[in-house]
C-alpha cells in the first residue's frame, strides 16, 4: 500500500466505484455457502440424472461458479484478493471430490449411444483426466489457471496439486492415486488434443464437443501469459483448421453443430440454441468478431422481448423452430403474433426427464454478448417466473421441472441455472470473457496493485466495493453483513 496517502479524499469517489447490487453480493454468498459446505453434502446441487452424467452435475456447477467468481473478481471487485481466492480454492476442492469425477470409471466404458458401431464395453478405467473426458478436466484446468492468473499464486503448480483418490470400500482391486498439477493437467490435454488430429478432446467416447473444448483453449492462454510462451496461439491455428476439414462448427441454419464424431467422421447437427449460446459465452474470448456477428441471427426464435414487461423470454426449442420457419416465410419478427403463432405451431411443451439447462445457457451468452436491456430483460424473467430464493445470505433460484406456464413463460428451473448460471449472468459485463483473454493480470500488475487482504466471505461480510483509485490514492471498499448483525473484521491493506 502505497505511503503518500492523500490527506482528503474527492466528494465523488464512492459514486465512482462501482459497487455491487445485493442480488450480486447474493450469487456470491451462495456460491460461498455451497464451496464450504461439508465434505460429501451438496445442498441444492442434485440433479436430474443419477450418476453425475448429465448436462446439470456438480462439475459444471462448481466450474461455472468459479467462472463467475472470476468475472467478478476480475471486471468489479479486482482489490478483494484473498476474498475471492479463498472462495475459488473451497470450489477446486469441491472439484476434486470423487462423487464430483467419479463417474467417469463407469462412463470410460462407452456404449452405443456415444459409439453407436460399439460391439462390446471398453475396459474401464478410474483416472478421470488421463484420456477423453475433457468435459471434467478441461473445467479443471481453467479453474486452476484462474487462481493462477488472478493471483500469482503458484498452489497448483507443486507436486500432488491435484490428486484423485480412487478409493470404493467394497469393490475393486485397492485404493488408486492419481497425481497431477496445473502443467501435467494441461499436457494431458494437449495429447489428447493431438490424439484426435487438433479437432478437440472427447468428452464421452467418441464425442468431441465444441463447447467443452473452450474451457481448455481459455486456460492455455492464461497459462501461456504466465508462463511467458504463446502455446494457445499454435493450438488455435491447428484446431480451427481441423475443424475446417469438417467444414467449421456451423449449420445451415447458423446454429453450431452439437459435436463431432471421430469414428464415424460426422458433424452432429443440433435444434436447440443451448450448445451454441453456452459455447459462445466462452468463445467470445478469442474468436469474438464471429460470435458477435452470429449472435442476432443464432438469437431468432429463442428469445422473446416483452417490452411492457421490460424481460426477455427464453422460448422452446419447439417454438423456436415455427419462429423460424415462419419468419422464413415472410412473417415480420417483431410483431407479436408471429410469437403466437410459433406456439400454436409448437402446441404445449413437453416434460421430460431430463432437459438440457438452456435458460443458464443463454443467460450467459447473452451477458457476454448481448446488450444491457437483454441482460437485465432475462434477469427480470428469472426474478420474476423462477422462484428467487434467499438462504443464509445466498441467492439461488430452485429446482422446477415444468418448462413452462400457460402462456408460454419459461418456468424450468435446474440446479446449473439456478446455483451458477444466472449468477454468472448477473456478475459479468458485456464481452467479459474476451476482456480477461486480451489483458490477463500479470506478475507485474498484480506486484504494484493495492490490495485488501486478511478477510473471507467466512467473517460473514458481504463486499459490495473493492478497488483501488490510484487517481485519488484511496483504496475503497464498502461490507456489510448478510444478516444485519454486528461483527468485528480486521483485513490487511497491502
Given at each position: 500500500m502505497p505511503s503518500n496517502l492523500p490527506k482528503t479524499l474527492p466528494a465523488a469517489l464512492l459514486s465512482n466505484a462501482t459497487k455491487l447490487t445485493p442480488l450480486q453480493a447474493g450469487h456470491l454468498r451462495h456460491f460461498h455457502n455451497l464451496a464450504t459446505a461439508p465434505h460429501g453434502e451438496w445442498h441444492h446441487m442434485g440433479t436430474q440424472v443419477a450418476g453425475q452424467e448429465w448436462l446439470d452435475s456438480l462439475r459444471y456447477q462448481l466450474a461455472t461458479m468459479a467462472y463467475a467468481a472470476g468475472v467478478a473478481h476480475y471486471h468489479r471487485l479486482p482489490a478483494l484478493r484473498s476474498v475471492f481466492k479463498a472462495l475459488l480454492e473451497g470450489l477446486i476442492a469441491k472439484?476434486?471430490?470423487?462423487?464430483?469425477?467419479?463417474?467417469?470409471?463407469?462412463?470410460?466404458?462407452?456404449?452405443?449411444?456415444?459409439?453407436?458401431?460399439?460391439?462390446?464395453?471398453?475396459k474401464p478405467w478410474a483416472n478421470p483426466v488421463v484420456t477423453e473426458n475433457i468435459m471434467y478436466s478441461g473445467h479443471l484446468l481453467l479453474m486452476v489457471s484462474l487462481h493462477?492468473?488472478?493471483?500469482?499464486?503458484?498452489?497448483?503448480?507443486?507436486?500432488?496439486?491435484?490428486?484423485?483418490?480412487?478409493?470404493?470400500?467394497?469393490?475393486?482391486?485397492?485404493?488408486?492415486?492419481?497425481?497431477?498439477?496445473?502443467?501435467?493437467?494441461?499436457?494431458?490435454?494437449?495429447?489428447?488434443?493431438?490424439?484426435?488430429?487438433?479437432?478437440?478432446?472427447?468428452?464421452?467416447?467418441?464425442?468431441?464437443?465444441?463447447?467443452?473444448?473452450?474451457?481448455?483453449?481459455?486456460?492455455m492462454r492464461y497459462n501461456g501469459f504466465r508462463d511467458g510462451t504463446n502455446l494457445v496461439k499454435g493450438v488455435l491455428e491447428k484446431y480451427t483448421a481441423a475443424w475446417e476439414l469438417k467444414k467449421g462448427f456451423m449449420q445451415n441454419d447458423g446454429l453450431f453443430v452439437q459435436m463431432y464424431r471421430p469414428k464415424r467422421d460426422e458433424r452432429i447437427p443440433e435444434?436447440?440454441?443451448?450448445?451454441?449460446?453456452?459455447?459462445?459465452?466462452?468463445?467470445?474470448?478469442?474468436?469474438?468478431?464471429?460470435?458477435?456477428?452470429?449472435?442476432?441471427?443464432?438469437?431468432?426464435?429463442?428469445?422473446?422481448?416483452?417490452?411492457?414487461?421490460?424481460?426477455?423470454?427464453?422460448?422452446?426449442?419447439?417454438?423456436a423452430q415455427a419462429f423460424r420457419v415462419l419468419v422464413k416465410d415472410g412473417a415480420d419478427p417483431n410483431a407479436p403474433t408471429t410469437i403466437s403463432k410459433a406456439r400454436k405451431m409448437a402446441g404445449p411443451a413437453q416434460k421430460r426427464a431430463f432437459s438440457q439447462p438452456n435458460f443458464g445457457y443463454v443467460a450467459q451468452w447473452v451477458s457476454e454478448v448481448g446488450d444491457d436491456a437483454t441482460v437485465e430483460g432475462i434477469l427480470r424473467h428469472a426474478d420474476t417466473f423462477l422462484n428467487p430464493t434467499w438462504e443464509r445470505g445466498g441467492l439461488f433460484y430452485p429446482r422446477y421441472d415444468e418448462p413452462e406456464d400457460a402462456d408460454g413463460n419459461w418456468t424450468r428451473m435446474d440446479a446449473y441455472t439456478g446455483n451458477a448460471a444466472i449468477g454468472y449472468a448477473r456478475l459479468?459485463?458485456?464481452?467479459?470473457?474476451?476482456?480477461?483473454?486480451?489483458?490477463?493480470?500479470?506478475?507485474?500488475?498484480l506486484a504494484r496493485s493495492p490490495y485488501v487482504g486478511g478477510v473471507t466471505l467466512d467473517s460473514g461480510m458481504d463486499f459490495l466495493r473493492g478497488v483501488w483509485d490510484a487517481d485519488a490514492g484511496a483504496m475503497i471498499v464498502t461490507m456489510r453483513t448478510w444478516d444485519g448483525s454486528r461483527k468485528t473484521i480486521s483485513p490487511v491493506f497491502l
Open positions: 472439484m476434486l471430490d470423487r462423487e464430483v469425477w467419479g463417474y467417469w470409471y463407469l462412463t470410460s466404458q462407452s456404449g452405443v449411444r456415444p459409439d453407436p458401431d460399439i460391439k462390446e464395453l471398453r493462477a492468473m488472478l493471483f500469482d499464486d503458484d498452489k497448483y503448480d507443486a507436486p500432488d496439486a491435484l490428486v484423485f483418490n480412487w478409493n470404493p470400500v467394497y469393490w475393486g482391486m485397492g485404493p488408486e492415486r492419481f497425481s497431477y498439477n496445473r502443467t501435467t493437467l494441461q499436457a494431458a490435454i494437449l495429447k489428447e488434443m493431438e490424439r484426435e488430429n487438433w479437432i478437440g478432446v472427447c468428452c464421452e467416447p467418441n464425442s468431441i464437443f465444441v463447447v467443452c473444448n473452450q474451457f481448455p483453449l481459455i486456460a435444434l436447440s440454441v443451448g450448445f451454441t449460446a453456452w459455447a459462445c459465452a466462452f468463445m467470445n474470448a478469442w474468436n469474438s468478431e464471429e460470435v458477435h456477428a452470429l449472435y442476432s441471427a443464432q438469437a431468432l426464435g429463442f428469445l422473446s422481448s416483452v417490452p411492457d414487461e421490460g424481460r426477455v423470454n427464453v422460448n422452446s426449442t419447439a417454438v459479468n459485463v458485456r464481452d467479459g470473457q474476451k476482456k480477461m483473454w486480451e489483458a490477463p493480470w500479470s506478475r507485474e500488475h
